[in-house]
């Protein structure tokens, strides 16, 4: 139960008072502790890191926020619902030109600055009780401590990045601030530097373990394979900004950090891809969360003796009517049409209405996608889905579903970039592209085991590796950064990384404008333009701050 409380994020609730004036009886409050006193209970370090995953855990201020700015924003899903006044900020985000006032940002803002918050007190604290910190009945080691800060500030890292490929430019706080107290955006070359800094200071610290040797009880914690990953991931971003005259930088250094952060999970993290895709989604989460592939996710389960529950993603984003959702995220049909007609990842990533799956009954549950805000796509996220039989009581809010934030197949083709923009061999370059695509062609499953029938499983055959060398494989005269971005769509697909990397290819107009004239659904795309992004700061913020914080220039 003891590891099942961290590897499962359960909320803590921190006590802790600062030293002031007594009261007007000068009497201590009874069942309260002093600051000093709680940290020289057991395990109050472990307790302040465990709480800095928190905001992580929210489903709907995090894992439906991510994946509505990441995926139904842009062109891979739409934000569904029972009616088009169901998720208006989803949709007014999706058009483009959202206000200040949108809530799907104000969410985002709250969410990732509660977690920022949680890692200053946590860094803060553990540093000014060093000597102190008890656990088990002894001395906390020094070890354990350094390990403590390390994964904190790769928690402040995590929360900051998400904030900058929405917003750009925000303010930058590292220790905690009186409620007075406001601050201005940081420059985004001032927030890639402290990134830089605490994702180092994590990689630096010798007792911040390799993702491979996470024992199974503590995977889903922070990591030093995680840092890396993390790192060359906003490296590429900031080396597309700098393409693209939106920060100052030499883009051709920053794709070399991007190689040389993504090399070290390649070469050195002893990490590897699932065989089948399907482990990764097939609905009980038993084995892709604790496989080599999964470097970083939020593990979850339906745990009511410690009061813990389901993601809010599994039940916002399944079908209505009889499948039990509330019909949120409905894969795009330009989504459908970028998959290759032998990719049974297209069956593992999207349900068609009239799907089939067995109840946990034996009997039949046909997928009904109409009467509701998805008439036009008739789709659904198969990555969302859990079938009957492995949740409780059929209960789609009580199962083990998970979002995967770092997977190994994303270093790969993250390396496979960063290798073609620094000028290495095309032979390289393929051989990572080639590494996920022959996962998904030739050793993934071309049945999806819980269902019955699947539209996108009509026609899927095995491919054979001599098969696949010939016909499917990404040849080293191909273009390979086109390669990279299809491998990308559809590898990565609604887990909430196309508007990041729309905006770091600078393609985030075009691809809007076009997908508008072509489709025109709910006026996606109507407003995007060059100055659509960076999205607006919450107008909140603004008025809070007294004139301190100002709004980006193109809003």
């Given at each position: 139960m003891k590891n099942y409380k961290f590897l499962l994020g359960v909320g803590i609730l921190i006590v802790a008072l600062s030293a002031c004036t007594k009261s007007f009886l000068e009497r201590e409050p009874k069942g309260a502790l002093s600051e000093k006193d709680y940290f020289q209970t057991d395990n109050a370090a472990m307790k302040l890191v465990a709480n800095c995953y928190g905001?992580?855990?929210?489903?709907?201020?995090?894992?439906?926020?991510?994946?509505?700015l990441g995926d139904e924003s842009v062109d891979n899903a739409d934000g569904g619902g029972s009616d088009p006044g169901d998720r208006p900020q989803t949709i007014e985000v999706g058009r483009g030109r959202p206000l200040a006032s949108n809530s799907l940002l104000q969410e985002m803002w709250n969410n990732r600055y509660s977690g920022i918050g949680k890692c200053n007190l946590a860094i803060e604290n553990i540093l000014s009780n060093w000597e102190n910190l008890i656990a088990g009945g002894g001395k906390v080691s020094e070890e354990t401590k350094a390990r403590y800060i390390a994964e904190v500030k790769f928690l402040r890292a995590w929360y900051y990045f998400d904030l900058i490929w929405v917003f750009k430019e925000v303010p930058l706080v590292v220790s905690t601030l009186k409620p007075d107290i406001r601050l201005p955006k940081s420059t985004v070359e001032e927030l890639r530097t402290q990134i830089y800094?605490?994702?180092?200071?994590?990689?630096?610290t010798a007792s911040f373990p390799r993702s491979s040797t996470?024992?199974?009880?503590?995977?889903?914690?922070?990591?030093?394979?995680?840092?890396?990953?993390?790192?060359?991931?906003?490296?590429?971003?900031?080396?597309?900004?700098?393409?693209?005259?939106?920060?100052?930088?030499?883009?051709?250094?920053?794709?070399?950090?991007?190689?040389?952060?993504a090399e070290q999970v390649v070469k050195t993290g002893n990490l590897s891809l699932l065989p089948d895709f399907q482990d990764l989604y097939r609905g009980d989460y038993k084995v892709g969360p604790y496989s080599q592939e999964s470097i970083f996710s939020v593990l979850r389960a339906y745990i009511p003796a410690i009061g813990f529950g389901g993601d809010a993603f599994a039940i916002m984003n399944v079908g209505r009517n009889n499948v039990g959702g509330y019909g949120g995220n409905t894969p795009t049909r330009d989504l459908a049409l970028a998959f290759e007609n032998r990719d049974p990842r297209k069956m593992f990533t999207i349900i068609s209405d009239?799907?089939?799956?067995?109840?946990?009954?034996?009997?039949?549950?046909?997928?009904?996608?109409?009467?509701?805000?998805?008439?036009?796509?008739?789709?659904?996220?198969?990555?969302?889905?859990?079938?009957?039989?492995?949740?409780?009581?059929?209960?789609?809010?009580?199962?083990?579903?998970?979002?995967y934030w770092i997977r190994y197949s994303e270093v790969l083709l993250v390396y496979a970039e960063a290798l073609l923009k620094t000028n290495a061999s095309n032979v390289d370059v393929v051989k990572y592209i080639n590494e996920v695509r022959k996962r998904a062609f030739v050793t993934t499953s071309k049945i999806d085991?819980?269902?019955?029938?699947?539209?996108?499983?009509?026609?899927?055959?095995?491919?054979?590796?001599?098969?696949?060398?010939?016909?499917?494989?990404?040849?080293?005269?191909?273009?390979?950064?086109?390669?990279i971005k299809q491998e990308r769509r559809v590898e990565l697909a609604l887990e909430g990384f196309r508007l990041y990397d729309l905006v770091r290819w600078n393609e985030y107009a075009s691809t809007m404008s076009t997908f508008y004239t072509k489709y025109g659904f709910a006026d996606k795309g109507v407003n995007a333009g060059e100055n659509s992004w960076p999205f607006p700061i919450p107008q909140t913020e603004i008025d809070r701050s007294n004139g301190v914080l100002v709004q980006n220039s193109n809003y």
């Open positions: 905001p992580m855990l929210d489903g709907w201020g995090y894992t439906v926020n991510k994946v509505a800094k605490d994702l180092d200071e994590a990689i630096n996470l024992p199974k009880a503590e995977k889903g914690r922070a990591n030093k394979d995680a840092a890396y990953a993390l790192k060359a991931r906003a490296a590429l971003f900031f080396a597309g900004l700098m393409e693209s005259s939106k920060m100052t930088g030499n883009s051709g250094e920053e794709y070399g950090i991007a190689k040389t952060s009239g799907d089939v799956f067995s109840t946990s009954s034996g009997g039949q549950e046909v997928h009904n996608y109409r009467g509701y805000y998805n008439d036009f796509n008739l789709q659904h996220s198969r990555k969302a889905f859990v079938p009957q039989q492995y949740r409780i009581q059929n209960d789609l809010s009580r199962s083990n579903w998970g979002p085991q819980p269902a019955i029938s699947r539209k996108f499983g009509q026609g899927l055959a095995a491919v054979s590796e001599a098969e696949f060398n010939a016909t499917l494989a990404v040849k080293i005269t191909d273009n390979l950064l086109k390669a």
